[in-house]
């Protein structure tokens, strides 16, 4: 047959057939034309290995359909000119989906379709088939449920570890529960046919056929196959409904359907554990809510247009060739293909229930009414489980996901459907369908509508949230496609970068030892640090015109090039204070005391981020917790330190200063440990507060009006300084050394109040990253916080030239906390106001240790930054 002849037939109904199935094959032509394409597309370059299998796919669905759409011409004149040109449609669509997912799953898929196709056509040349197994109703369910208990002794799962619920082997496998949901739908269509004329009253005529439903739920349960029991019951409830036309099924059925569900949850703990993944998935996202919000975030990596065929990641989802194919389907093709797969399959079931109405008979009115409901329950209950709209079932996406029974049974189900179009009750058809069956619909369409609102809720409002997520492995797999941003310190120097080529990109960090701060970006332990908080930047998100980043996303599915970010740290300086920090436990910061600046952020233990994979559980598990940042998120008691700032807070109250603290004398400090130097003069609040006693400071915070809450306030104490270091997820996020006995702060927040004495009372906001370089702009400097006055410049000029170090330029103090079995201990110090250089304020804290080896670290880091 010429083409010409293929697109103008006679028959009406073979045009309009003709004339979908060559949209059908133009669409899928385009789209596996696009998918051979997309690995050149992601690449950017024609230096790629390009897709070329699925085109077999795409061939042996072309010349099936083609030789199938001839016989049905022939065979069913009288045939739905709609229903096997969307079913060939949804059937095309799922097969290059599973080609572009896993080849080999697409390549059984492919030789499943033929097979399908070849009995599809031996079912079209038998049109009264189905009415001569009305007469073995009986014998027809008994064997199903034969077969499907077999699977109890013989069954098999394909995938090794998994349901029993197959019978074969040595590669070949068939899923009884399958077949078994065709021949209960012929059992009651045939039974209905036969019986309702004969019985009257609901219960004589439903009865037998209850019993039936109730064995084969049980087996199904026995078998844990849950979403078949489920579907089993909406199939008896619509079928039932159709033929008896009484609302109060639709009712009873909804009760027990819900009746079982609560009784299963408080009974079986599979039920449990989907019920629970369903209401809140966030709760155990890396267990039983991992594949429904790994769904969600492929839904809402499609936004409105799809990344494009073969250009998202949809495998990674789990299953994402079966239960999860709308899934997959809808990251690359977006709202728009969702909501156009939603459309197809709603113009499969109302075709199919406007065949049901206006059958030649009540048996094969029957038999569509109950494929109907089969294919659109079925379609239901998994997509709903994509969306989160209902549970996981753990059925298949009729004609679409991977898998030989389902699309064997669904094209021999879809070959009685076309008989019995094929057979319209002209009468019938003339009518208008009754209520019964606008219900039904009604209900269908319903369905799906709330499906489409789902969808369009997850992948366009929902988008951003899901996008951002640390368990969206999305993020890094771009990162090896397009460079991303560089991190820099402030005199250039690299300290961590994307290296290699294009499709193979790797993040290295450069300076190992700033992995606390600068964090990581992995495929499997997500986000921390700056690559977390400047993620929008370093993947060219933020900083980079609209217009490129909708033509980069239009064209390639991706971020244009990474920005880099320019940071305060001096690396020589932070190796500096890594050095004396090694083998220690504590933490050392140094700020630009009149900027902010952080030029060293030294913490340790520490991790190395370029060897996660490596050592993950032995780092998360340690004690000494090596991925806390104990510089900024290490939380310890100010102790005896807090004097030096009580000094100034008292002098610009007005408290006189000049007798000396009244709570020492030498005789009480004799052979205790509460100083941690003895001070030369014990009348001297300076000396006193530099060698770190206590009881002076407290004397002068009891002296001042609002006592410690306000004091701490003053000092921003009370609450964490706004700095872009994101904590990474580790059992260690908080100091040993937290307590009630006070204001537990950070390294971080005993450097700014430092930074204050030292830059005449005003304390700075803390910064870290400092330029962006944009593509418009070149190197874009961001401003320094806000600065905030604590103390006068008077009183911070009298505190730092008190607590001067001996021929040193700047001043300094120390203090010691033991708590019961364990201590650390401060040294602050900062810069003399008269300082020419750069001001400079420096805390140190060193677990495990006294004030002597505190002093030291502080003295030699304080030498070094300011004689470089």
């Known amino acids: 047959?010429?083409?010409?002849?293929?697109?103008?037939?006679?028959?009406?109904?073979?045009?309009?057939?003709?004339?979908?199935?060559?949209?059908?094959?133009?669409?899928?032509?385009?789209?596996?034309?696009?998918?051979?394409?997309?690995?050149?597309?992601?690449?950017?370059?024609?230096?790629?290995?390009?897709?070329?299998?699925?085109w077999i796919g795409f061939a042996a669905w072309l010349g099936g359909t083609w030789l199938?759409?001839?016989?049905?011409?022939?065979?069913?004149?009288?045939?739905?000119?709609?229903?096997?040109?969307?079913?060939?449609?949804?059937?095309?669509?799922?097969?290059?989906?599973?080609?572009?997912?896993?080849?080999?799953?697409?390549?059984?898929?492919?030789?499943?379709?033929?097979?399908?196709?070849?009995?599809?056509?031996?079912?079209?040349?038998?049109?009264?088939?189905?009415?001569?197994?009305?007469?073995?109703?009986?014998?027809?369910?008994?064997?199903?449920?034969?077969?499907?208990?077999?699977?109890?002794?013989?069954?098999?799962?394909?995938?090794?570890?998994?349901?029993?619920?197959?019978?074969?082997?040595?590669?070949?496998?068939?899923?009884?529960?399958?077949?078994?949901?065709?021949?209960?739908?012929?059992?009651?269509?045939?039974?209905?046919?036969?019986?309702?004329?004969?019985?009257?009253?609901?219960?004589?005529?439903?009865?037998?056929?209850?019993?039936?439903?109730?064995?084969?739920?049980?087996?199904?349960l026995i078998q844990r196959d849950l979403g078949t029991a489920i579907l089993f019951t909406a199939i008896y409830t619509v079928v039932i409904y159709l033929a008896t036309e009484k609302k109060r099924i639709l009712g009873i059925s909804a009760l027990i359907l819900l009746t079982a569900g609560l009784t299963g949850y408080l009974t079986l703990g599979i039920i449990q554990t989907r019920v629970n993944a369903w209401i809140n998935p966030w709760k155990d996202a890396t267990a039983?809510?991992?594949?429904?919000?790994?769904?969600?975030?492929?839904?809402?990596?499609?936004?409105?247009?799809?990344?494009?065929?073969?250009?998202?990641?949809?495998?990674?989802?789990?299953?994402?060739?079966?239960?999860?194919?709308?899934a997959a389907i809808a990251e690359e093709t977006g709202l728009v293909g969702s909501l156009g797969l939603l459309g197809l399959i709603g113009l499969l079931l109302m075709r199919g229930l406007r065949t049901a109405s206006r059958a030649s008979s009540s048996y094969q009115r029957f038999l569509a009414a109950g494929i109907t409901a089969y294919l659109g329950c079925q379609s239901i209950l998994i997509i709903g489980g994509n969306l989160r709209a209902l549970p996981l079932t753990g059925v298949t996406l009729p004609f679409l996901s991977y898998g030989g029974s389902s699309l064997l049974i669904a094209y021999v189900?879809?070959?009685?459907?076309?008989?019995?179009?094929?057979?319209?009750?002209?009468?019938?058809?003339?009518?208008?369908?009754?209520?019964?069956?606008?219900?039904?619909?009604?209900?269908?369409?319903?369905?799906?509508?709330?499906?489409?609102?789902?969808?369009?809720?997850?992948?366009?409002?929902?988008?951003?949230?899901?996008?951002?997520?640390?368990?969206?492995?999305?993020?890094?797999?771009?990162?090896?496609?397009?460079?991303?941003?560089?991190?820099?310190?402030?005199?250039?120097?690299?300290?961590?970068?994307?290296?290699?080529?294009?499709?193979?990109?790797?993040?290295?960090?450069?300076?190992?030892?700033?992995s606390p701060v600068v964090g990581y970006s992995n495929i499997y332990y997500g986000q921390a640090g700056l690559e977390e908080s400047y993620d929008g930047y370093l993947r060219g998100e933020a900083g980079t015109s609209a217009s490129e980043l909708w033509s980069n996303h239009l064209i390639y599915s991706q971020t244009p090039p990474g920005l880099d970010i320019r940071l305060s740290i001096d690396l020589t300086l932070q190796e500096a204070a890594d050095r004396l920090l090694f083998g220690r436990i504590g933490a050392i910061i140094l700020l630009d005391a009149s900027s902010g600046d952080i030029l060293a952020v030294a913490t340790s233990p520490t991790?190395?981020?370029?060897?996660?994979?490596?050592?993950?559980?032995?780092?998360?598990?340690?004690?000494?917790?090596?991925?806390?940042?104990?510089?900024?998120?290490?939380k310890y008691l100010p102790g005896a330190s807090m004097g030096v700032f009580l000094l100034p807070a008292a002098e610009d109250a007005g408290i006189d200063l000049s007798k000396g603290p009244q709570s020492l004398d030498q005789h009480s400090l004799a052979g205790s440990a509460h100083c941690a130097f003895l001070p030369g003069d014990f009348k001297s609040w300076t000396q006193t507060i530099a060698n770190g006693c206590p009881a002076p400071g407290y004397e002068l915070l009891n002296a001042l009006e609002g006592g410690l809450n306000l004091f701490s306030a003053r000092l921003n104490w009370n609450r964490d300084p706004d700095l872009p270091i994101s904590r990474a997820p580790s059992p260690s996020t908080t100091s040993a050394f937290s307590t009630l006995l006070g204001p537990v702060i950070s390294p971080l927040q005993m450097a700014l109040p430092a930074a204050a004495i030292s830059t005449n009372g005003e304390m700075p906001a803390p910064r870290l990253v400092t330029a962006?370089?944009?593509?418009?702009?070149?190197?874009?400097?961001?401003?320094?916080?806000?600065?905030?006055?604590?103390f006068s410049e008077n009183a911070a000029g009298k505190t730092a030239r008190a607590l001067a170090a001996s021929r040193k330029p700047y001043w300094e103090a120390v203090s010691e906390i033991r708590l019961s079995q364990d201590k650390y201990a401060w040294y602050i110090s900062g810069t003399l106001p008269q300082w020419p250089g750069t001001p400079l304020a420096l805390a140190v804290v060193v677990e495990n240790a006294d004030a002597v080896i505190a002093r030291f670290i502080g003295q030699q880091m304080m030498d070094r930054a300011l004689n470089p």
């Open 68 to 220: 199938a759409n001839l016989r049905l011409q022939r065979r069913l004149t009288d045939r739905d000119p709609l229903l096997f040109p969307t079913a060939a449609f949804l059937t095309g669509w799922g097969l290059l989906t599973i080609w572009r997912l896993d080849s080999g799953f697409g390549l059984r898929q492919t030789i499943w379709l033929l097979v399908s196709l070849a009995f599809f056509l031996w079912l079209i040349e038998k049109p009264g088939l189905s009415n001569l197994l009305q007469r073995y109703k009986y014998v027809l369910l008994f064997s199903g449920l034969a077969i499907t208990a077999m699977t109890l002794v013989f069954g098999t799962y394909p995938g090794g570890t998994g349901p029993r619920l197959w019978l074969g082997c040595c590669g070949v496998y068939f899923q009884p529960s399958e077949l078994l949901k065709l021949l209960f739908v012929l059992f009651l269509a045939a039974y209905l046919a036969s019986s309702q004329p004969i019985k009257t009253g609901l219960i004589p005529l439903i009865a037998p056929t209850l019993v039936l439903l109730i064995s084969a739920i049980v087996l199904l």
């Open 413 to 514: 189900a879809l070959a009685f459907l076309l008989n019995a179009s094929n057979q319209i009750d002209e009468q019938a058809e003339a009518k208008k369908p009754t209520t019964a069956y606008l219900i039904i619909a009604g209900l269908l369409l319903a369905s799906l509508a709330v499906l489409g609102f789902l969808a369009g809720y997850w992948g366009y409002y929902r988008s951003r949230d899901l996008q951002t997520r640390n368990d969206n492995a999305r993020r890094v797999i771009n990162d090896r496609y397009v460079r991303r941003g560089a991190i820099l310190d402030r005199s250039g120097r690299i300290i961590t970068a994307s290296t290699g080529e294009p499709g193979n990109y790797t993040r290295t960090l450069v300076y190992p030892p700033l």
């Open 288 to 326: 039983g809510g991992y594949q429904v919000i790994q769904s969600l975030i492929a839904i809402g990596a499609g936004g409105t247009f799809g990344r494009g065929p073969g250009l998202g990641s949809p495998s990674l989802v789990p299953v994402a060739h079966s239960d999860f194919i709308f």
């Open 607 to 634: 991790f190395d981020a370029n060897h996660l994979a490596e050592n993950w559980q032995t780092w998360a598990s340690d004690p000494s917790g090596p991925f806390l940042n104990r510089a900024v998120q290490g």
């Open 772 to 790: 962006i370089h944009t593509p418009q702009s070149g190197w874009v400097a961001l401003q320094p916080g806000e600065k905030k006055r604590i």
């Open 1 to 54: 047959m010429k083409v010409k002849d293929f697109v103008q037939e006679r028959n009406p109904r073979d045009q309009v057939q003709n004339r979908l199935l060559v949209f059908a094959a133009v669409f899928l032509a385009l789209y596996a034309l696009i998918l051979t394409l997309a690995p050149a597309v992601r690449l950017r370059s024609w230096d790629a290995d390009l897709r070329w299998t699925h």
